[in-house]
């Protein structure tokens, strides 16, 4: 595609249930990131991919939140038992090289705990 | 903890204004600074990135500073337009090349035809 593509761009979920996340990246983009936006408050790191391997996950808030991107390309950001706070939007970025390359993000997944 | 301020969180000008906005950072050891701009709903844009050693980035009727060692940046945007309308947002990246960006929260701009 010509852009980083994220869905669903709305998710309304009910406290305690599973949801997962998916960002496409610009083709032959080897790095992915992906940062979480409370309203009013600037992204916030999550995790960062390069390649297949998670290279550095250490913004992931707790043992709920886990991402993968199995073939390099395509990644999912999974969240077990959601939490009211986890209602945010989570975006995705990618960019062709390591920093640095310059990111393009996707228009996010806005995701609503009730 | 690298910590990212904006200031001022909200700027309405009329059509034609030269403005500045700014961005401080507590930890001057940065391997990179960046501004994005970000329309209602919608994702990053990147503007303008700034290496460590540079002191300045230009794009159109964008330029962005750099001071390192004050720990601060500004975004000036000369002969404002209403398409100018969003909010700007600076982050920076640790020296070591972290790949880790640390976003402020950002100046929302107005600008008035």
């Known amino acids: 595609g010509a852009g980083v593509s994220q869905t669903p761009s709305n998710k309304v979920t009910e406290k305690g249930k599973y949801v997962e996340l998916r960002c496409d990246p610009i083709?032959?983009?080897?790095?992915l990131y992906w940062y979480r936006q409370s309203l009013g408050q600037g992204p916030e790191f999550l995790i960062y991919f390069q390649g297949t391997g998670a290279a550095d996950d250490s913004g992931l808030p707790n043992d709920r939140f886990f991402a993968v991107r199995p073939e390099g390309s395509v990644s999912t950001l999974k969240i077990q038992r959601t939490e009211r706070g986890d209602s945010a939007v989570y975006l995705c970025?990618?960019?062709?090289?390591?920093?640095?390359?310059?990111?393009?993000f996707g228009e996010g997944s806005r995701l609503t705990v009730l | 903890k690298q910590e990212v301020t904006q200031i001022p969180a909200a700027l309405s000008v009329p059509e034609g204004e030269n403005l500045v906005l700014n961005c401080s950072f507590t930890d001057s050891a940065i391997y990179n600074l960046q501004w994005f701009r970000q329309d209602p709903g919608k994702g990053l844009t990147s503007l303008l990135l700034i290496q460590s050693s540079q002191r300045e980035q230009t794009s159109g009727r964008l330029n962005a500073s750099l001071d390192k060692s004050s720990g601060r940046s500004t975004l000036y945007i000369a002969a404002s337009q209403p398409g100018d309308s969003a909010t700007y947002l600076c982050?920076?990246?640790?020296?070591?090349?972290?790949?880790?960006?640390?976003f402020g929260k950002g100046t929302k701009l107005t600008v008035n035809p």
């Open positions: 083709s032959g983009h080897t790095a």
């Open positions: 982050a920076v990246e640790r020296q070591g090349g972290s790949e880790k960006l640390v």
């Open positions: 970025a990618s960019s062709l090289t390591v920093s640095p390359g310059e990111l393009f």
